[in-house]
T-cell receptor, first 116, second 109 residues
Framework: NAGVTQTPKFQVLKTGQSMTLQCAQD?????MSWYRQDPGMGLRLIHY???????DQGEVPNGYNVSRSTTEDFPLRLLSAAPSQTSVYFC???????????????FGEGSWLTVV | EDQVTQSPEALRLQEGESSSLNCSYT??????LFWYRQDPGKGPEFLFT???AGEEKEKERLKATLTKKESFLHITAPKPEDSATYLC??????????FGQGTRLTINP
């Protein structure tokens, strides 16, 4: 199992450019999500998905777009990059369900994005 | 609104010097409190999930406890390899975690 895999690891964009951060998981998890991590702000939820074809907004969705066409993949698109989107991005996944049976949320290794 | 506050922001200990990290939370209906470890340049690594007051979980030199308002991560006789940022989060819905800002722990040999 590779777990949660993110690409690219590092990226530099110019203001106004668009790009897609890729996220794939091989654990057959129903739930997937994207967070961004900024100094002094902690991790904040951007978008999440509870299954293929279903997505919803998190705390900081503006400027980002997502889709979930398969269980395995959950790409994050930056439509027109801005310097305020300079951050570290983490993808996460978990099984569905509730209770104390686990529901551990696993994170990828992160994608470092700089917008100049 | 769910909130998570971690203290201290940074903690420096000598090897073998035990201590505790605090995570205070305000949440309407706890669905799980998570502890993660994060090394520089890496993603958060899962440590524990706690669900109800009084619950405790242990892993090597780490022990997590939970009350109705806060959680503690106790570190017993830490080693330099325990140096990392420790993150606390509460679950808000199926895939939503609300994180604290973390405690940066440094263990000096």
């Amino acid at each position: 199992n590779a777990g949660v895999t993110q690409t690219p690891k590092f990226q530099v964009l110019k203001t106004g450019q668009s790009m897609t951060l890729q996220c794939a998981q091989d654990m057959n998890h129903e739930y997937m999500s994207w967070y961004r991590q900024d100094p002094g702000m902690g991790l904040r939820l951007i978008h999440y998905s509870v299954g293929a074809g279903i997505t919803d907004q998190g705390e900081v969705p503006n400027g980002y777009n997502v889709s979930r066409s398969t269980t395995e993949d959950f790409p994050l698109r930056l439509l027109s990059a801005a310097p305020s989107q300079t951050s570290v991005y983490f993808c996460a996944s978990s099984y569905a369900g509730t209770g104390s049976s686990g529901n551990t949320i696993y994170f990828g290794e992160g994608s470092w994005l700089t917008v100049v | 609104e769910d909130q998570v506050t971690q203290s201290p922001e940074a903690l420096r200990l000598q090897e073998g010097e035990s201590s505790s990290l605090n995570c205070s939370y305000t949440v309407s209906g706890l669905r799980g409190l998570f502890w993660y470890r994060q090394d520089p340049g890496k993603g958060p690594e899962f440590l524990f999930t706690l669900y109800s007051a009084g619950e405790e979980k242990e892993k090597e030199r780490l022990k997590a406890t939970l009350t109705k308002k806060e959680s503690f991560l106790h570190i017993t006789a830490p080693k330099p390899e325990d140096s990392a940022t420790y993150l606390c989060a509460v679950r808000q819905g199926a895939q939503k975690l609300v994180f604290g800002q973390g405690t940066r722990l440094t263990i000096n040999p």
